[in-house]
């Protein structure tokens, strides 16, 4: 996955994510050894296909994880040959903000958008959040960021976002994503069309939404105390299933533990006035939804479909999987 959005960054991506704010972090070496778990590297086979089937139509997915080992290069082979015999790739669910503006008056509104990072009322990081939550950030930055003073004027989501992204680099993984580029080049070399399964959500006035953002409250701290509970607790978990990824082990994938922060940093966002009156409330609900309607099509006329998913939206109790056994579907893993 490119850089992980949180769900307030979706104001950035519909503005065109036009700049990043100066880098005000000196991320050097803090002089701490890092006795931890390897991640791999060079060639790895990656994962096996997990099959849906049905009257001899087949959809073929792959399952991702987020991060990956930095330095691994996949052999991607059986995905290129997949997708080479097959009609149609879906692509995995999106959402999309629109400003409806031109290139122009956004850049216009960089200097708002910018601001969203920023508490409200010139409040610092240390005044927003729990004195303890505080007292376990600060060794923290000081490992994976470093001596930036900016950070500190941050919200406590996108700080832990910060701290997050620093600390999987540290720890030898990318939250780049891998499967897109090898589905992207396969897709047109093969002439299989793509279909997107997106939301779109257009905000009318988007100078007063970013206003109402960058002054009202919200409530993230429980997201920047989960962020840093992941960062100190999961981070062997995290470069264990990458390294199992990696080498296509399933069994040890499907027993793997996704525990992450995420839902609740995007609830921070979404169970906001401002996200419910754009529409933003439910979306990973309704964009699971569509997906599901999409794969059902097109295992309705093609012989063959290709898609990929994040693995932890494919193996929950009421994720992909069991919604399409549970609909009469032939589910076999790789």
């Not at 959402?95 to 956004?106: L, P, Q």
């Not at 891998?178 to 006035?205: G, L, N, Q």
């Not at 409530?219 to 299933?241: G, K, N, Q, V, Y």
Request: glycine residues 6%; charged residues 25%; proline residues 6%.
């Amino acid at each position: 996955m490119p850089t992980v959005l949180l769900a307030c960054l979706l104001f950035a991506a519909s503005l065109g994510a036009l700049a990043q704010e100066p880098e005000a972090a000196v991320r050097g070496d803090d002089g701490i050894v890092d006795m931890e778990a390897m991640v791999v590297s060079g060639v790895q086979p990656g994962p096996g296909l997990w099959k849906v089937s049905r009257d001899g139509r087949v959809l073929w997915i792959l399952g991702t994880v987020t991060p990956l080992p930095r330095r691994m290069e996949w052999t991607s082979s059986e995905v290129e040959a997949t997708i080479a015999q097959s009609q149609q790739v879906l692509d995995a669910p999106s959402a999309t903000v629109d400003s409806g503006a031109g290139v122009f008056r956004n850049m216009l509104l960089l200097p708002s958008l910018l601001r969203m990072r920023r508490n409200p009322d010139g409040r610092t990081l240390q005044d927003s959040v729990p004195a303890e939550a505080y007292a376990r950030w600060l060794p923290l930055k000081a490992r994976y960021i470093g001596r930036s003073r900016g950070v500190e004027r941050w919200r406590p989501i996108f700080a832990a976002q910060e701290l997050y992204e620093a600390a999987i680099k540290r720890s030898g993984m990318t939250l780049d994503s891998v499967a897109e580029p090898v589905v992207t080049r396969a897709a047109k070399r093969h002439r299989v069309p793509r279909t997107p399964v997106e939301m779109r959500i257009v905000i009318e006035d988007p100078k007063s939404a970013i206003r109402e953002f960058n002054s009202g409250p919200l409530a993230d701290t429980e997201c920047f105390a989960r962020t840093l509970s992941h960062i100190e607790t999961d981070l062997d978990a995290m470069r264990e299933r990458a390294n199992a990824w990696a080498v296509g082990d399933t069994e040890a994938l499907r027993n793997a533990r996704f525990d992450d922060q995420y839902a609740v940093c995007i609830r921070a966002v979404t169970d906001t006035g401002l996200a419910r009156r754009l529409g933003l409330d439910n979306v990973s609900r309704r964009l699971g939804d569509a997906w599901l309607e999409a794969a059902e099509s097109a295992l309705a006329v093609n012989a063959s479909t290709f898609a990929s998913l994040p693995l932890p939206a494919l193996l929950r109790e009421d994720g992909v999987l069991a919604r399409l056994q549970a609909k009469g579907y032939v589910v076999e893993a790789p």
